[in-house]
């Protein structure tokens, strides 16, 4: 059974840092990964995705990796602003038959950029 | 890009009682559906799939009779919790995929937060 983890629960910076945040999951079966912001009370928006063959993808000021035979994924936010605080959920896309197509979320990072 | 809105965004009802949240594609067809329940600091979980015209499928621990689905149009799903308890308290999200757009890309709704007395 798929699991992503997410380290660390929590993260708080001074404005302008450049932050990493990390993602682990347990099948390196994958279809692709993605990552989401989430405001408080609000849904999901799509950040990066990288499918299972690419190696990273990058966004403005963001950068996110897929190293699949180890199960990580980073992702990279340059020169953080306040802007940036939300919380960020890495999800994998199983490749197996009968889930193939479904998201496995971690439990997400909480990232405040102190202005 | 594609919008997917949800309806209530907060609900409060006593226990016992059945609440029903509307998801809609706004701007694209909907062929599939995703409910998903997120409770406090806990990752999305989802809790059933269904296609346009068919029945839900539910995952494994989701009880079908206290949940129900219905997708019977192309940008309308509805979840139904019937006799809801305190411990369904939870923040609801539905997403949406349509057939013509690339496999891997759903469209998440803003969600509707639960609480039941």
């Known amino acids: 059974k798929q699991e992503v983890t997410q380290i660390p629960a929590a993260l708080s910076v001074p404005e302008g840092e450049n932050l990493v945040l990390n993602c682990s999951f347990t099948d390196s079966a994958i279809y692709n990964l993605q990552w989401f912001r989430q405001d408080p009370g609000k849904g999901l928006t799509s950040l990066l995705l990288?499918?299972?063959?690419?190696r990273e993808q990058t966004s403005g000021r963001l950068n996110a990796s897929l190293d699949k035979s180890s199960g990580r994924s980073t992702l990279y936010i340059a020169a953080s602003q306040p802007g940036d605080s939300a919380t960020y959920l890495c999800?994998?896309?199983?490749?197996?038959?009968?889930?193939?197509?479904?998201?496995?979320f971690g439990k997400g990072t909480k990232l405040s950029v102190k202005p | 890009g594609a919008v997917v809105s949800q309806h209530p965004s907060w609900v409060i009802c006593k226990s016992g009682t059945s609440v029903k949240i509307e998801c809609r594609s706004l701007d694209f067809q909907a062929t599939t559906m995703f409910w998903y329940r997120q409770f406090p600091k806990q990752s999305l979980m989802l809790m059933a799939t269904?296609?346009?015209?068919?029945?839900?499928?539910?995952e494994q621990g989701v009880e079908k009779d206290k949940f129900l689905i219905n997708h019977a149009s192309l940008t309308l799903s509805t979840l139904t919790v019937t006799s809801a308890h305190p411990e369904d308290s939870s923040f609801y999200i539905c997403?949406?995929?349509?057939?013509?757009?690339?496999?891997?890309?759903?469209?998440f709704g803003p969600g509707t937060r639960l609480l039941v007395l």
């Open positions: 997403s949406a995929r349509d057939s013509f757009i690339p496999l891997w890309d759903q469209y």
């Open positions: 269904s296609n346009e015209g068919s029945k839900a499928t539910y």
């Open positions: 999800a994998v896309r199983s490749n197996y038959g009968g889930s193939q197509g479904n998201l496995i």
């Open positions: 990288i499918q299972s063959s690419q």
